[in-house]
């Protein structure tokens, strides 16, 4: 049973909580999830999608302690049970019966590591403070400068400058790839593992395209030669 996972949909980042889990199960799965993003999601506003679950003054107040201490923007939540709609309205954070209509790629089942054809396609760079959350592949037709983030469950593929912090193969998956024409991150993840920029990649005179993948348990990066 998973009590909770975060995707990264239409309405944004979306919390999906079990509705049936006993609650301190659930947070402390939401306690562990936050603690592996690192503070990816900080000052991101997120969905948060109760299903039916039949929520308590004591709970909603123990959970809303809980993010709003990871620094997290509560955006809206989505509830079914009219009590639970309720008490999330009454506190102050807009409610909603549902989300908002998925595409029919959004439909589509999540692909096996590294294949498939869910891909969010960004027609635009990334500016400082900007973050894309998503379930599968990531392509941005621009730079990612600093201070912008990307976190993906598939490869990244950057048209471009990645300056800033980019998580693929959210949370495990280490088949994902990092591909950039000009590969110079702030901070560099590949399911659990973690890499950090070296200061003297900035003064790079002739950027190259680049791709990062994992390799006897460390993320290596190597020039790109067209095969991922």
């Given at each position: 049973m998973e009590l909770f996972t975060i995707k990264g949909l239409k309405a944004g980042p979306t919390f999906l909580f079990h509705d049936q889990a006993p609650f301190q199960d659930l947070v402390?799965?939401?306690e562990d999830e936050l603690a592996r993003a690192k503070g990816f999601?900080?000052?991101s506003p997120v969905v948060l999608h109760f299903g039916n679950r039949l929520l308590s003054?004591?709970?909603?107040?123990q959970l809303k302690e809980l993010l709003?201490?990871?620094g997290l923007l509560l955006r809206y939540a989505?509830?079914?049970?009219q009590a639970s709609r309720d008490l999330l309205y009454k506190d102050g954070l807009p409610v909603r019966d549902s989300l908002p209509a998925l595409t029919a790629e959004q439909k589509a089942p999540p692909p096996s590591p590294g294949k498939g054809t869910n891909t969010l396609y960004l027609r635009r760079g990334l500016r400082g403070g900007q973050k894309e959350v998503f379930e599968g592949d990531v392509v941005v037709m621009?730079?990612?400068n600093q201070g912008a983030e990307i976190l993906a469950g598939g490869d990244v593929v950057v048209v471009g400058t990645l300056r800033g912090v980019v998580h693929a193969g959210y949370p495990d998956n280490r088949e994902a790839v990092v591909v950039a024409l000009n590969l110079i991150p702030l901070q560099l993840?590949?399911?659990p593992l973690i890499a950090r920029g070296d200061d003297n990649q900035n003064h790079r005179r002739v950027p190259r395209p680049e791709i990062a993948r994992v390799k006897d348990e460390h993320i290596m990066i190597e020039p790109y030669q067209g095969k991922p």
């Open positions: 402390q799965a939401v999601f900080r000052d003054k004591e709970e909603w107040w709003l201490g990871e989505v509830a079914t049970s621009g730079d990612v993840r590949i399911g």
